[in-house]
């Protein structure tokens, strides 16, 4: 397996057999426009997503509560150069215990960095797998492409497959351990006024930024040097006729090593262009961590929000 080839982890509270019914049940997670049988081996199904792309599949191994291997038999893309790029290449699931947890291991070998499509794949999976998937194994619901209608075939293919969750990253020299240890260091660069604990998987800690923004989050995911992602389970954002727009968001910081360096890709899933705090809230993302982490991690200082006396009223419900 090259280091380029695309992978991503999940870590869930649910037993592997759960997880490996969820994986199977493609129409949960990935889309609803599925045909063919999706969990049994030598089986083939196709997956559609309107004139943008195509592919046929075909299930290779398939150990019980342990790995799912698909192999793509063709492809096509109606916005890339070589309309074929995925055909040839392997979807692996790995399941695997890690102390009461199950880990899934996401790779799609042969997707890598020199392929015309990488960047809209690449985001494409990351929100199917951290997002649809992780909420199907967790809440029993994901979230699929729907059912198909007609629209502009002049589209852009990102928002088109579903993928414009908010997104950056950052590239470092230092080690992904470093990266990560400050990253947990919350205070250091995105606020000072926290409460709570933010190092540990299941950890729960709320940020306060004066009046305008109060959340409190917790840590569902954690694997040392590799990821970090904490659940939105209450907010008030009080500039907004919607508060609570980022409740049940999830925010992600996944960290790869390549070329000697460390890259940190931050995705706030939930955060998309359609809600109201959209351009305010990626103009702060941005900021804290192109410059705020950035600087913590490069230099020691970041730049977070200091104290502040006034705090937003926090009601029961938006805990």
Same mark, same amino acid.
């Given at each position: ?24 049940? /493609? ?34 191994? /398939? ?19 070589? *309309?074929?790029?995925? *055909? ?70 990102? *928002? ?55 959340? *409190? ?96 009223? /926090? ?5």
């Amino acid at each position: 397996m090259a280091i380029s080839d695309f992978t991503t982890t999940l870590l869930v509270e649910q037993s592997p057999t759960e997880v490996f019914n969820a994986i199977n049940n /493609v129409r949960g997670w990935w889309s609803e426009e599925i045909e063919g049988i999706t969990d049994k081996l030598n089986e083939e199904f196709t997956y559609h997503y309107e004139d943008v792309h195509r592919c046929k599949i075909k299930l290779i191994e /398939v150990i019980q509560d342990k790995k799912v291997v698909w192999l793509v038999l063709d492809n096509y893309f109606n916005f890339t150069y070589d *309309k074929n790029e995925w *055909k040839g290449t392997k979807i692996i699931f790995e399941i695997s215990q890690k102390d009461t947890k199950t880990q899934i291991r996401f790779t799609h070998l042969g997707l890598v960095p020199g392929y015309e499509c990488y960047e809209v794949c690449r985001d494409a999976w990351s929100n199917y797998i951290n997002n649809s998937l992780r909420s199907l194994i967790t809440t029993g619901k994901g979230q699929p492409n729907p059912k198909e209608e007609m629209n502009d075939n002049n589209e852009d293919p990102s *928002k088109k497959m579903n993928i414009h969750d908010f997104q950056t990253g950052i590239t470092v020299n230092v080690t992904p351990d470093e990266a990560f240890k400050d990253i947990n260091n919350v205070t250091k660069w995105w606020t000072e006024n926290l409460e709570g604990n933010s190092q540990q998987l299941n950890d729960e800690f709320t940020v306060r930024f004066g009046d305008m923004h109060y959340s *409190k989050q917790k840590l569902v995911e954690i694997i040392q040097g590799e990821k970090i992602v904490w659940l939105v389970t209450g907010s008030n954002l009080s500039w907004l006729n919607n508060k609570h727009e980022w409740n049940n968001t999830i925010i992600s910081f996944e960290i790869t090593r390549k070329d000697n360096k460390t890259r940190i890709h931050f995705t706030h899933f939930g955060l998309v262009p359609e809600i109201e705090c959209y351009n305010d809230c990626s103009n702060a993302w941005n900021s804290y961590i192109h410059d705020s982490l950035y600087n913590l991690i490069t230099t020691g200082k970041g730049e977070p929000d200091p104290i502040r006396e006034n705090r937003p009223e /926090v009601h029961q419900d938006e805990r």
